[in-house]
């Protein structure tokens, strides 16, 4: 993965303008902050938060991706005033279980998501990047 940085530009805090990648593509749906029973727990966006990014880490798991293969994320929330004020929150959540990459990231506020309770939603797109070629191994460590 390489992080596209224009020069000149500044650089953006806890995410990247855009990332380069190669490999096989993993989409994962929307995730919102409901549990494996599929009920969401709490009213704070920030706990909803720290469990959409855990039910994204297992939907990653399931194609063998894992946080750092993420190169794009948008995050839908339902109020961007509750969103900005639980920042440190949702950046300890981020940091503890996808970790301190920069992806692409996009948050946008939406009127309602389908889940009635739900605050946020986060859509991810990963790269598992591509086994290197036997090719490419150098004469020494075949």
């Keep these: 993965m390489r992080v596209l940085q224009p020069p000149g530009w500044p650089r953006p805090r806890g995410y990247a303008n855009g990332v380069a990648a190669r490999g096989e593509l993993v989409f994962v749906a929307g995730m919102i ?3 494996a029973d599929g009920v969401i727990r709490s009213p704070d966006i920030a706990d909803q938060a720290r469990q959409a990014l855990s039910n994204v880490v ?3 798991a399931e194609a063998g991706a894992e946080p750092a293969h993420i190169v794009r994320m948008t995050w839908y929330v ?3 005033d509750a969103y900005v004020q639980a920042y440190r929150e949702i950046g300890v959540a981020f940091r503890e279980i996808i970790g301190s990459f920069q992806a692409a990231m996009t948050a946008v ?3 309602r998501l389908v889940e009635k309770d739900a605050k946020v939603e986060i859509e991810v797109t990963a790269v ?5 070629d036997a090719d ?3 004469a020494e460590q075949e």
């Design 58 to 60: 297992a939907v990653l």
């Design 109 to 111: 506020e939406v009127s």
């Design 78 to 80: 339902t109020d961007v």
């Design 33 to 35: 902050g409901w549990d």
């Design 136 to 138: 490419d191994v150098p």
């Design 128 to 132: 598992i990047p591509d086994p290197p």
